[in-house]
Nanobody
Framework: QVQLVESGGGLVQAGGSLRLSCAAS????????MGWYRQAQGKQRELVAT???????NYADSVKGRFTISTTNAKNTVYLQMNSLKPEDTAVYYC?????????WGQGTQVTVSS
């Protein structure tokens, strides 16, 4: 089992920055990939960024050049640095951890970008 706890969401003006954190606990040695997803009101959940245990990263086109995903050396915390935020980035952001057999989710943290 893996437990995920997100923090760092909030309200920010357009053009501002926020950093999200996700602390993983439990069987973290089984995690292959960690990532961030988001779900805006009335829309489907979408991938924002992922990072593998080998530190390979992948980003949605909409956030490339603005968001950066990273982890600690212990691989037990994943961050999402969000710069140049836009109102369309407003959503609930979820942390996810994937093992060979299961995907785990955090409870989500709200990010609101005002224009």
């Amino acid at each position: 089992q893996v437990q995920l706890v997100e923090s760092g969401g909030g309200l920010v003006q357009a053009g501002g920055s926020l950093r999200l954190s996700c602390a993983a606990s439990g069987s973290i040695f089984n995690i292959n990939t960690m990532g961030w997803y988001r779900q805006a009101q009335g829309k489907q959940r979408e991938l924002v960024a992922t990072i593998t245990s080998g530190s390979s990263t992948n980003y949605a086109d909409s956030v490339k050049g603005r968001f950066t995903i990273s982890t600690t050396n212990a691989k037990n915390t994943v961050y999402l640095q969000m710069n140049s935020l836009k109102p369309e980035d407003t959503a609930v952001y979820y942390c996810a951890a994937t093992t060979r057999i299961q995907q785990y989710w955090g409870q989500g943290t709200q990010v609101t970008v005002s224009s």
